[in-house]
């Protein structure tokens, strides 16, 4: 059984950083890829970033240079370093997991969220 947990998110400033953690256990870690999504009420679930595999990072366009995705394969965690952010950036944020080597793009390719976890940024 497939397991994501989510920890990290809260309130921050404009221009402040926060950090997302994705755990995630019930496959054997290198073998599957680790996303990210966001989602505001009322608008569809959006990707932010990704990692292959093999660690291979994926950003959208909105947040590349100021988001990093890093891996502890040690804690089976993958961690969302968000830097600058703005207040566009303020949604709930899901972690997603799925078994193939290079994550996909597309939200319907995922089987397994996280629980969400809520990022606001203020002035």
């Known amino acids: 059984q497939v397991n994501i947990m989510q920890s990290g998110g809260g309130s921050v400033q404009i221009g402040g950083s926060l950090r997302l953690s994705c755990s995630v256990s019930?496959?054997?870690?290198?073998?599957?890829?680790i996303a990210w999504f966001r989602q505001v009420p009322g608008k569809q679930r959006e990707k932010v970033a990704r990692a292959d595999s093999d660690g291979t990072p994926h950003y959208e366009e909105s947040v590349e240079g100021r988001f990093t995705l890093s891996k502890d394969n040690a804690k089976n965690t993958l961690y969302l370093q968000m830097n600058d952010l703005k207040p566009e950036a303020t949604a709930m944020y899901y972690c997603?997991?799925?078994?193939?080597?290079?994550?996909?793009?597309?939200?319907?390719?995922?089987?397994?969220w996280g629980q969400g976890t809520q990022v606001t940024v203020s002035s």
């Open positions: 019930g496959f054997g870690y290198s073998s599957h890829c």
């Open positions: 997603t997991a799925s078994g193939m080597r290079v994550c996909p793009r597309e939200r319907s390719a995922y089987a397994y």
